[in-house]
């Protein structure tokens, strides 16, 4: 009896215990979260950094604003904005240290925003003129142009903010200091492979805090990544559309997860003036071209299923996307024909398109569409990672490139409409409507006021036929079951890695 | 044996200067530029010319080597275009991991290889040897890196008996390190082991061919002692020649499988300094593999002298 009594006190008392210790690893930080990236790591130099890669940085620095999983912008190292014409006023938080010791106030923003306006690696920060500190927590930035989106640019890396001493190191591509929940732990890390961040002990809002260490390998070789995921190695990776990743969608434990973002494909004809190729000058002509793709088969086949057919820039789901646009552009050749015959090119016509090797299944697809209807494209490949740099120049009459759905809006007009933006070397200037439409889009912080503007472009674009979207890409993340189910696992527009802030394992 | 290891590694340096020419040249003759990646997609022309600028790439071809050459004389071997790396520590982390995958892989070839090849000498026109000579034909026709993947995909996804990516040193844990190194080792060295297989059957035939052979075998030896002690050693000197081939074969193929299982060696430094044009990093990698293959060819050399007395230096 006594036994049986003790026995019973025993397992009271341990259950008592143990009650009381799940509570507590509940909400201490615990477990490592092992994410691989599809690039290899560059730099961790917010100011220089370029391209893929963000997941790598996202640990050690936080932005002033911060992108919330429904695309709403919410402060996060700032406690609000005001903006009145070209003046936008910062108020800052008062309660933040960087890692190591630094103060964060508005002096750490200034020469941060300063250097990276000097490096000029960031575009979005190419609208600032100058940045002051108004007082010890608040700055004033000065725009030299309109720029609705400085604000979510500022949520981004563009806005991400470095320890005032670190900015001195010439090695701090490898020794990143920031105010993030997690530091970069060198030691651990190994160059080429992973990355390791620990829990950073003075973080400002510990609550935010559920990971004990967070892994990010580089991995860009989707069979490999595959394998990984697959055995449990990692338990998120980041995908393009590939035949890996379809595979991810089809594994049972896996889930492919979806979200709007990613690319959207596009054919962009550069010669719109038609002084190379004469036919492009012909509105008909570039219609012509777009009924001549079959859409669902380019994202069914060369895309696996994992794009959907688009006529504009952005996807369904994203706040300018104008859904009367769904439909126009269906496949159709004979009238394509027509529409060529029309224009006095019934016999078609030859023009020279680059690709990069990455892209020879989409152009050499395309090429085929358009033989389709008696226009020869001939294809030229370039060396990878020229592609932007040529289709810059005269040296072809059209190119293929992607748009970043994530870009704001008010960078398209920049990057191909305006007679000096990047992708219109020919220089010709836009029509006075599209003019209008992208200055009214630029006019204001709301979205909402916003979007119309951006949805008329789109119709004006679409049938001006310059710029010829052929399919929109998500972004894909692919998860082992129970972390795609986590509900404290949450994504920011166009960033795969998840918000690191309040991600737990034990959920 | 002192004075052709002396001779060989004083060739060296006039050989990894030749070797420097070349590599500095190709680099400069690729068509594509470093400078395009560092500044993005959305860079400007005024940021282009500054960078270029920075990195020295505006300075002619000759002028660029020279200052690389009088750096790396004194062993400085530069930095990554791209980031803050030195090419030497880049270079240094991961010959360890090549050069561990390299020989498990030759190591795999020698045993599987020579053993195949000697079973299949003794036993002329048997199954076993009909069997060694249609895996030989299958090891050489089947490509490394699609091997690796199929044995990935079985072993580690599907078994999970090795992990399917990734490396662990051999001072951090030796069976971890088995288990890491087992499946890419498999992948480069089966595919080895089917050039070896086919040169040690025919010189394993033809060695027990000779008279020496038959007179030992008249003698009453064991037929273990006829072929270890008599046969073997002489079968081996065209193996040891094709063995050296095939390790430097396995370098390159490293690259490859390194890929497939992510592992961290010189191959992926390599592919990624090739694509990014990080010339600094490219030129670092060259001339450490020549050193290796350099080495590799020595260490033949001197197993030569031990196989045939008649080759030994005076």
Known sequence: MNKWLSNVVLAFALSIGLGAGSAIAADAPSGTFKFADLVKLVTLDPHKHTGGGIPYLTPVYESLFQRTPDDQIKPRLATGFDATGLKVNITLRNDVRFSDGEPFNADAVVANLTRAMELGVQRPLSALESVVATGEYSVEITLSRPSPSIIVSLAGIAGMMVSPKALDDPALDRNPVGTGPYLYNADQSREGEVRVYTINGSYWDPDAQGLERIEIWEMPDNTARLNALSTGQIDMGAWLSSPQALQVSKSDGLTLIRRPGGFTYTIIILDKDGGVIPAFADKRVRQAMSYAIDRQAFADVIQFGLATPAVQPVGAGHWAYNADLAGKYEYNPDKARKLLADAGYADGFSFTMPSIAVFLSRTEALAGFFADIGITMNIETIEPGTLARRSRTTDFPATNLVWVINTDLSNLPSLYLEPGAAFNPFKVAPSAKLNELAAKGAANFDLEMRAPAYREMFEVIADEAFLIYITSGQQLVGASDKIANNPTVVFSPGVFSPIWHGLRLNR | ?314
């Open chain 2, 1 to 314: 044996m002192l004075r052709l290891v002396g001779q060989r590694l004083l060739a060296l340096v006039p050989l990894l200067f030749l070797v420097s020419i070349l590599t500095f040249s190709f680099t400069a003759l690729l068509p594509g530029d470093p400078v395009d990646l560092i500044i993005g997609d959305e860079g400007t022309s005024e940021q282009y010319e500054m960078i270029r600028e920075r990195l020295g790439l505006n300075e002619p071809v000759l002028t660029r080597y020279a200052i690389w050459l009088g750096k790396a004389a004194r062993g400085d071997f530069g930095t990554s275009f791209f980031n803050s790396v030195e090419v030497w520590d880049a270079v240094m982390l991961r010959f360890p991991v090549t050069l561990s995958l390299t020989f498990a892989a030759a190591l795999i070839a020698i045993i599987v290889g020579v053993g195949a090849g000697i079973l299949a000498a003794l036993h002329p026109g048997s199954w076993i040897d009909r069997l060694a000579t249609l895996g030989a034909t299958l090891g050489q026709a089947i490509p490394n890196f699609w091997f690796g993947i199929v044995l990935a995909a079985f072993f580690a996804v599907n078994l999970r008996w090795f992990p399917a990516t990734g490396y662990v040193p051999l001072s951090e844990s030796p069976i971890e390190w088995l288990r890491s190194i087992t499946l890419p080792a498999l992948a480069l060295g089966l595919s080895a082991s089917a050039a070896l297989a086919r040169q040690a059957r025919s010189a394993m035939v033809g060695v027990l061919q000779q008279d020496y052979i038959q007179a030992a075998r008249a003698q009453g030896l064991s037929a273990r002692r006829v072929i270890f002690k008599h046969a073997l050693k002489n079968a081996m000197i065209p193996v040891v020649t094709v063995l050296a081939f095939q390790i430097n074969v396995l370098l390159g193929g490293a690259l490859i499988v390194e890929q497939v299982f992510s592992i961290n060696g010189l191959g992926s430094l390599a592919i990624a300094a090739v694509r990014q044009q990080d010339i600094p990093m490219i030129q670092g990698i060259v001339l450490v593999t020549v050193a290796i293959v350099v080495v590799i060819q020595l260490l033949t050399d001197l197993a030569y002298g031990y196989l045939n007395p008649k080759a030994r230096p005076a």
